[in-house]
């Protein structure tokens, strides 16, 4: 075989294309870390066990959609599907007694076996915050509002805030016995994946996509109706807070998290540019996971955000990247060897400093050069080698009525009055 292929559901990031996502995840990280949320990370491949507990053995996640393997320990190992499952564990290994409340964040690379289209891929990258050990409703408003003012930091259009609350655990366990009586009355109306769902995960119905279910649904008890006092005071302090910070909402009753250890605050951020497949950012708050995979009672709430769907929506000024400021045309031994050298000290000056490699002709040298809209340029030949000196002049739409300057490799004063002079004001005007 000698023509081999990426597989389905997964694409390969070239470097034009990686501008955008580098300065997508450049916003990103300047939003975390003025929200004082820290970095963590966790391997890619985890124990099975993990996410069978964590997400939940009766999800399509687990049953459908997992990349798993037995290693050479026979051991059975899941490349992630999501991050929450796995930063959990690493606050119980790690010791979640010594720090029980932390903000945290992580982005990479997550997998599911599912059918690949526009902003979901098998192998796909996803951004996770995660605020551990805070049981305030502030907490919940402050992780909304991170996420929000992400996506708007990023330019995305059409943005649209949809919340519900699942209450605490008793309040769902009322609301689950009256809704299961409602589904074996109404069982043979459902659509097929909605049977299927009635004795694994029966809240997941609430999410169905299937628009004869949905109509069904309309006449079935809602967990709104269930909930205790202190869940619905809870709610409304959430909707108040909201409207006073302006982000605007709209309760959706059939959004739900069909996992145990969700409770209270679930939400979903979607775009009208997406289409049908709206949804940006999904969170939720999940107070019995840690203490279910054998940690203390923890509360916790989270949300997490596909990369891919945020570069669709993302605007192409977020494509601008900063270009070549100083290109070195070289040619001849000695010159190859003091260029090297002098490309060193310039990247010493926070300079994107291109050396040209090829030993082609000046000509050809100069053609790149212009090719990649460089700034200015340095030549260094035989001559100039022999004389310990290199050209510098600005290239380009930069060098009209621009004259050539002669600087001596020894020179770093007049080297250092050259680039303030020259490029730096340009620079800091692109950034």
């Known amino acids: 075989m000698n023509n081999f ?30 929200s004082s949320v820290k970095e963590i ?51 119980i290994q790690n010791g979640i007694k010594t720090k029980p409340s932390q903000k945290l964040w992580y982005m990479g690379p997550m997998f599911r076996y599912e059918r690949p289209q526009a902003g979901r891929q098998r192998q796909f990258h996803q951004l996770g915050v995660e605020y551990v050990g805070y049981k305030s409703s502030r907490s919940d408003i402050e992780i909304i509002t991170l996420a929000w003012d992400i996506l ?47 004795d694994k995960n029966p809240l997941r119905i609430l999410d169905t996509k299937d ?90 709430i989270g949300f997490a955000i596909g990369l891919e769907r945020l570069i669709l929506l993302s605007g192409n000024e977020l494509e601008e990247n900063r270009g070549t400021d100083i290109y070195i045309v070289n040619k001849g031994f000695d010159a190859e060897t003091l260029a090297i050298s002098l490309s060193r000290r310039l ?11 090829s030993g082609a002709s000046f000509s050809k040298q100069f053609k790149k050069a212009n090719k990649l809209n460089s700034k200015s340029i340095i030549v260094i030949g035989d001559d100039e080698a022999l004389r310990n000196e290199f050209v510098i002049r600005l290239f380009g739409e930069n060098s009209l009525d621009n004259k050539e300057d002669k600087i001596s490799f020894d020179d770093s004063i007049k080297l250092e009055k050259w680039i303030s002079k020259n490029l730096l004001a340009t620079i800091t005007s692109e950034n």
């Open 211 to 300: 628009i004869q279910t949905k109509k069904i649904l309309e006449d079935a008890p809602r967990l709104i109706d269930f909930l205790s006092e202190k869940s619905i005071n809870r709610y409304l302090s959430i909707k108040e807070k909201l409207k006073l910070l302006k982000i605007p909402f709209i309760e959706n009753f059939n959004l739900v998290r069909g996992l145990d250890y969700y409770t209270h605050t679930a939400f979903e951020i979607t775009s009208g540019a997406l289409g049908s497949q709206s949804t940006v950012c999904g969170g939720g708050r999940y107070d019995n996971l840690i203490s279910q995979m054998g940690g203390i009672e923890t509360p916790a």
């Open 41 to 91: 990370r966790t391997p890619i491949l985890e124990m099975t066990e993990l996410f069978m507990r964590g997400i939940g053995e009766g999800t399509d996640v687990v049953s459908k959609e997992m990349y798993t393997f037995l290693d050479r320990g026979e051991r059975s190992c899941t490349l992630r599907p999501e991050g929450t499952a796995s930063v959990a564990r690493a606050l």
């Open 152 to 198: 708007e930091k990023l330019g995305i259009k059409e943005l649209n805030l949809e919340i519900n609350t699942l209450g605490d655990h008793n309040d769902r366990l009322s609301f689950q016995k009256a809704f299961l009586k409602w589904l074996e009355v109404n069982k043979n109306s459902l659509d097929l994946d909605s049977q299927n769902r009635i």
């Open 347 to 357: 990247r010493n000056y926070d300079l994107i400093t291109e050396l040209d490699l």
């Open 5 to 34: 292929k990426n597989l389905r559901g997964t694409v390969d990031l070239l470097p034009d294309q990686l501008i955008k996502w580098q300065n997508v995840e450049k916003i990103i990280k300047e939003q975390l870390f003025r």
